[in-house]
């Protein structure tokens, strides 16, 4: 008698339908010349301050949006489009991270053609959000100094899933003794050769740094668009 | 905790694949990376609840743990890593941004009731 259980080998990758919908929304964005950056942090890092910060500086020079996501309330919403820029929520009800048919469902009546730059700010939270594709450009990571050093060691798989990171709130560091060479060496222990910003959108320091590698990233999209 | 969703996904697909072949089924083997986000006892904890009322209630998740992999540009060749806390070759210490393997989250074997 033949104990060995009957197998059926198959190959099937559980996050296929995310994936295929996150491919679909970067061809999306690569046809119309168009940047997308996320931004991943955990809750209160400051992505909504920056972000706002951001969009209003670039504004005036660039076609910008963002989307926004979150559990509950359209707080977000309200204080990133006091930038002047189109910003839509995305309210994700019990869900703890956006997946890619939520960015494609909100951007059904956006013509991508008009915009230069869009913004997606998942739900803050470093575990969750890295499993999940967006089709975005670039994933930034961002690690307040109130938070700690070690949260790259900590959270490894969503710094190691981004392409730069940003050191949030610097006003505060020399308050909170954040160790900013642990933290450099932290970030590069598990993503080597990472991009690491650092910034206060309270008090604009570090901010041009920002924008100049946004808009560097922008111009080599635009480059790749044309050939 | 995204564990359940991923859970009830796993069991739709392995649903479906049954269905199609008209057999039940006595697991589902799935390869599971260090570096997929998806925690192990969460969703081994998870199953039970996603297989209820459905063709694989009473199923069981077999997880095949899946090491990081990168590749060495010194050395060369792919490394095994040790730590999820430190990319570098375990050997000659140099930095090891690609990675190879550890994304994984696929189903790769359905075991058929007899």
């Known amino acids: 008698m033949n104990l060995e259980p009957r197998m059926l080998e198959v190959r099937r990758n559980v996050l296929k339908q995310n994936d295929v919908i996150a491919r679909a929304l970067r061809d999306r964005f690569r046809a119309q010349g168009t940047l997308a950056v996320s931004l991943v942090s955990s809750p209160g890092a400051g992505k909504t301050t920056f972000l706002e910060k951001t969009l209003t500086l670039l504004k005036p020079h660039y076609r910008v949006a963002a989307l926004v996501g979150d559990l509950a309330t359209e707080n977000d919403a309200l204080r990133l489009a006091r930038s002047g820029a189109p910003v839509r929520q995305i309210t994700t009800g019990t869900l703890c991270h956006l997946e890619a048919a939520m960015v494609e469902h909100a951007l059904e009546d956006w013509d991508l053609g008009q915009l230069d730059i869009l913004f997606i700010e998942n739900v803050g939270n470093l575990v969750c959000p890295a499993s999940y594709d967006l089709g975005e450009d670039l994933r930034m990571v961002l690690l307040s100094v109130t938070e700690g050093e070690d949260k790259p060691l900590k959270y490894p798989t969503i710094f190691n899933s981004a392409d730069a990171a940003v050191i949030t709130k610097i006003d505060l560091a020399a308050a909170v003794e954040f160790d900013e060479p642990t933290a450099h060496a932290n970030i590069q222990a598990v993503r080597p050769g990472m991009q690491v910003l650092k910034v206060s959108a309270k008090t604009n320091e570090g901010m041009d740094d920002c924008l100049q590698f946004l808009t560097k990233a922008l111009t080599e999209r635009l480059q790749k668009t044309q050939v | ?114």
């Open chain 2, 1 to 114: 905790m995204h564990e359940l969703s991923i859970a009830m996904s796993i069991v739709d697909m392995a649903q479906e694949e049954a269905e199609r072949r008209s057999m039940h089924l006595n697991a589902v083997h799935l390869e599971l990376g260090a570096l997929s986000g998806v925690v192990k006892d969460a969703l081994l904890f998870s199953w039970e609840v996603a297989c209820n009322g459905t063709l694989l209630e009473g199923s069981r998740l077999v997880v095949k743990d899946i090491s990081i992999e990168v590749y060495c540009p010194i050395c060369q060749m792919p490394k095994t890593l040790p730590s999820m806390q430190w990319f570098c070759c375990p050997d000659c210490g140099a930095p090891t941004p690609e990675v190879i393997h550890g994304k994984e989250l696929t189903i790769t074997a359905l075991e058929l009731r007899q």
